[in-house]
């Protein structure tokens, strides 16, 4: 298991949590407004690295037979 899926196992535990990312970081839209900085300084792309770690712990959460 990498650190990543082991987080995101982790992550899975707290069901709101994992909804407030998924709420704030976008799937689609270019940008994350997130995770990006005022002004284009730091510009990160949709879907995020935050994105894909709540899209995988709510994968985890549905295999584990949560909501």
Known sequence: MTP???????????PSLTRSLLMHHPAT????PACSTP???I???APCSPRALAETA????????GR
């Open 4 to 14: 990543f899926e082991s987080l995101a196992g982790a992550l899975a535990e707290w």
């Open 29 to 32: 839209g270019g940008v994350c």
């Open 39 to 41: 002004g284009g300084r």
């Open 43 to 45: 510009v990160v792309v």
């Open 58 to 65: 709510q994968k985890i959460r549905a295999q584990r037979g």
